[in-house]
């Protein structure tokens, strides 16, 4: 009679690996995902610096992604959310801030334009056009150009 060896599956770093594999994931990402399948917090960051250091998990890669996947259809406050939802530090978010804001009046009309395309007829729809502007991450101020723009267009 052999002894069954019972295997707990895919190691930590392979898990990881594959997360990685099917697209850029941050530390924090990982560390919860990982952690059911850990027996200490300690292996976990064993296996997150060693990555790190190979160069497979990137925090620089993930803010990029993000922008580039979100930045069409998102203004800069939805972004910088979702970022530090991801647990990216505030200075990789600090240095992508002028990126995302440099285009973001443009976006957001581009938004607006897919959306609605007429400029509001009365104050209930300015309102329902600027929340839903608001909904998608664009900053007040962007908002009110963007609508204003729309309004002299049609007069």
Same mark, same amino acid.
Not at 93 to 109: S, V, W
Not at 139 to 150: D, N
């Given at each position: 009679m052999g002894v069954a060896v019972m295997t707990s599956g895919p190691s930590l770093k392979t898990r990881a690996l594959r997360y990685l594999a099917r697209r850029e994931h *941050? +530390?924090?990402?990982? &560390? +919860?995902?990982?952690?059911?399948?850990?027996?200490? $917090?300690?292996?976990? *960051?064993? =296996?997150?610096? /060693?990555?790190?250091?190979?160069?497979?998990? *990137? !925090? =620089?890669?993930?803010?990029? #992604? =993000?922008?580039?996947? %979100?930045? %069409?259809?998102?203004? *800069? #406050?939805r972004i910088v959310h979702e970022l530090r939802e991801k647990g990216i530090a505030e200075n990789l978010? !600090? !240095?992508?801030? $002028?990126?995302?804001? &440099?285009?973001? #009046?443009?976006? /957001?009309?581009e938004v607006w334009r897919k959306k609605f395309g007429t400029a509001p007829a009365n104050a209930k729809e300015l309102g329902r056009q600027a929340r839903f502007l608001m909904g998608r991450g664009f900053?007040?101020? =962007?908002? %009110? #150009?963007?609508?204003?723009? !729309?309004d002299e267009e049609e007069a």
């Open positions: *941050s +530390r924090l990402e990982l &560390e +919860r995902k990982l952690a059911p399948h850990a027996k200490t $917090p300690e292996e976990i *960051s064993f =296996v997150l610096d /060693a990555l790190e250091q190979h160069g497979f998990l *990137s !925090a =620089v890669r993930m803010v990029e #992604q =993000v922008i580039t996947m %979100r930045k %069409r259809n998102f203004g *800069s #406050q978010i !600090a !240095a992508a801030l $002028p990126n995302i804001k &440099e285009t973001e #009046q443009d976006r /957001a009309r900053p007040p101020e =962007v908002i %009110r #150009q963007v609508l204003r723009r !729309a």
